[in-house]
């Protein structure tokens, strides 16, 4: 069954923590990227990568950070340095073709 | 730079209502051009999609053109359904650039019985 895993669905995290957002694909698209997501507001990327082992700052990279160590997967950390989290993130993949694909999602919240 | 704009919502209307959502761009060259849509707690999913100008693209009755002279991609769909209420988005990849999308801020779309 291919397709975008995220995980957790939702996510609470306390003052001064870490916390990594999971994203996983079957898909075997060569891009992922990281977009945040505010209440009746539009999509903003963090990070994207293009290729295994490589990767840049979106619009809004302060207070995350990425790693692409597989093809399959795109960890987010959303750092303590990031001071208002709360959101809803969202992973995509793109192939050859000229269209992002969505996981479901993970809501972030702060305890 | 390259951008789009959306009609700003909530666009309310009554089941089997006809349907417009507004869509213009700024961009160099030839973008390909792209709606999403995005239901209650939950990632976006390709509705349509038109690579170049005049192309239409169309899915689940909804349909949207490539204005190349009018730099527009509205989407419309003849008889809306409760079942379409979303947020909808526009979203463009700019030419030669085939990792990059640019997002509208959506659309939220509430179709009553």
């Known amino acids: 069954d291919g397709g975008i895993t995220q995980s957790p669905k939702y996510l609470f995290r306390k003052e001064g923590q870490n916390v990594t957002l999971s994203c996983e694909q079957n898909?075997?698209?060569?891009?992922m990227y990281w977009y945040r997501q505010d209440p009746g507001q539009g999509l903003r990327l963090i990070y994207y990568?293009?290729?295994?082992?490589?990767?840049q700052k979106g619009d809004i990279a302060e207070g995350y950070s990425v790693s692409r160590e597989k093809k399959e997967s795109f960890p987010l950390t959303v750092t303590s340095a990031q001071k208002n989290p709360t959101a809803f993130y969202l992973c995509?993949?793109?192939?050859?073709?000229?269209?992002?694909?969505f996981g479901p999602g993970t809501r972030l919240l702060v305890l | 730079g390259d951008s789009v704009t959306q009609m700003e919502g909530p666009v309310t209307l009554s089941e089997e209502a006809f349907l417009t959502i507004n869509c213009t761009y700024t961009?160099?060259?030839?973008?390909?051009l792209f709606w999403y849509v995005q239901y209650p707690g939950e990632g976006l999913q390709l509705l349509l999609k038109?690579?170049?100008?005049?192309d239409k693209g169309s899915n689940k009755g909804f349909e949207a053109t490539y204005r190349k002279e009018t730099t527009s991609f509205h989407l419309e769909k003849g008889s809306v359904q409760v079942s379409d209420s979303a947020v909808y988005f526009c979203?463009?990849?700019?030419?030669?650039?085939?990792?990059?999308?640019?997002f509208g801020k959506g659309t939220r779309l509430l179709v009553k019985p």
């Open positions: 979203a463009l990849s700019p030419s030669g650039q085939g990792f990059s999308f640019i």
């Open positions: 961009a160099t060259g030839y973008p390909s």
């Open positions: 995509a993949t793109q192939g050859w073709e000229e269209t992002q694909y």
């Open positions: 990568s293009q290729i295994v082992n490589d990767f």
């Open positions: 038109a690579t170049k100008a005049d």
């Open positions: 898909l075997n698209h060569d891009a």
